[in-house]
Each structure stands twice: as structure tokens, then as C-alpha cells.
């Protein structure tokens, strides 16, 4: 068994593609309608057969309470490596990004959190 797609909450899936592309640079791999919203998923340009991120629609009141509630509690709803976390860091920054937290050394791995735009906050990882 295998991870083959994840998914995070959002509030929005056309501002969600946008930052995920545009400012984060993830590559838009599917994008189907269904019903009112949309299938998107989003891979790593690295890896364009690897794990699927779903840019889920936190429409079910549940959705949106546990988005709301981690977010509140500095909670991140996910991590992604990166191979610098400094670097990504300072680009993200003058990209315009939003940081919780600045790169910080936690045992084996360099961690920063940012604010994606869309109802939740992102830890970026580098070990």
C-alpha cells in the first residue's frame, strides 16, 4: 500500500491553484468538474508521477470547523520538503508570503510555517 493522493481544505480552488502554482510552484495535473467544484490535484515538477495533492473544498461545515480550529492553533495542515528551507524561505518572502514562523532548527530538521492564503498554514521541511 502507498500514499497516492492527499488532500488539503480550502476555501477557495481557484485562489488555492493559483498560490500553489504561481507562488509555490507545484504543477497542475488534473482539473475535472464535479458537480460544483472541481477535481484539482497538484504534484512536485520533481516528481510529476508522485503523490497527488487535492485541493479539497472545505464546503462541509465539519470541513471548515477543523480548518478553522488547527489554523487558530498554529497548526499546520501539512509539510512539504524542500531541499533549503533558508532559501525557500527568502523566496517565498519576496513572493509576498506570509511566515508564522522564520526557518527554526528542531532536532534533525529546519522547519518555517506560512500562511497558504487559503485557511491554512503550511510547514515547509528540510532534513
Not at 11 to 20: G, N, V
Not at 24 to 31: E, P, Q, T
Not at 62 to 90: H, L, R, S, W
Amino acid at each position: 500500500m502507498k500514499i497516492i493522493v492527499t488532500s488539503i481544505f480550502v476555501q477557495d480552488q481557484d485562489k488555492a491553484l493559483e498560490f500553489y502554482t504561481e507562488t509555490l510552484g507545484f504543477v497542475k495535473k488534473h482539473d475535472v468538474p464535479v458537480g460544483e467544484f472541481r477535481w484539482i490535484t497538484l504534484v512536485s515538477p520533481d516528481e510529476q508521477d508522485g503523490i497527488e495533492l487535492l485541493l479539497e473544498p472545505n464546503n462541509h461545515p465539519a470541513a471548515k470547523e477543523y480548518q478553522k480550529k488547527i489554523f487558530a492553533d498554529g497548526i499546520p495542515a501539512t509539510m512539504f520538503g524542500v531541499a533549503d528551507v533558508n532559501n525557500e524561505y527568502k523566496r517565498l518572502l519576496e513572493n509576498g508570503v506570509k511566515f508564522t514562523m522564520e526557518p527554526t532548527k528542531m532536532g534533525e530538521l529546519t522547519i518555517a510555517v506560512f500562511d497558504d492564503t487559503c485557511g491554512n498554514l503550511i510547514q515547509i521541511a528540510q532534513k
